[in-house]
């Protein structure tokens, strides 16, 4: 193995970790847009305590990540009131519950039963790139069990 190759090997490994840090950092973010949208869908409103019921944390934890998503413009939210996703805030939530359906519906057309894909659809979804999703979703149209 040459020198050159050694760099690419290196090279190629960081690219994939910075993918995965990338990743973990979104994570958060879009299971919280992602939670909001489905509260105001359910309920017509999305609550800090709601969020922190959801989540298992406690509400300091939800009105720091609620700030976080701010400051990013993806919701909007004054004291004592509802909380709103922003259009991008929206956007995002709506890429991250068609990934997760995407991801679940691939788990459950290969075997894994429904209870299941959906809590592991939870993690894999903020991890998996464009192609592969695109070839679990080709996959589960086609709805070929492997």
């Known amino acids: 193995m040459t020198h050159k190759d050694d760099q690419s090997d290196v090279a190629t490994s960081a ?3 910075d993918r995965i ?3 973990h950092q979104s994570e958060v ?3 919280y847009v992602e939670m909001i949208a489905e509260l105001i869908k359910e309920t017509g409103e999305a609550r800090t305590v709601d969020l922190a019921a ?3 944390v406690t509400s300091p934890t939800v ?10 413009d993806l919701v909007e939210s004054k004291p004592y009131r509802s909380i709103f996703l922003t259009e991008a805030g ?6 991250s519950q068609d990934r997760h359906r995407v991801v ?5 057309t290969i075997g894994v039963s429904a209870e299941i894909a959906e809590e592991d659809a939870e993690g894999v979804e903020h991890h998996v790139s464009p192609e592969t999703l695109a070839i679990f979703e ?5 709805k070929t069990k492997l």
């Open 138 to 142: 080709q996959i589960t149209k086609s």
């Open 15 to 17: 690219a994939k970790f």
């Open 63 to 72: 009105n720091a990540i609620i700030q976080r998503l701010q400051r990013a």
């Open 54 to 56: 959801r989540f298992g």
């Open 29 to 31: 973010a879009e299971d």
């Open 21 to 23: 840090r990338r990743a």
């Open 104 to 108: 679940r519906d691939f788990l459950i």
């Open 90 to 95: 929206k956007s995002l939530a709506q890429r």
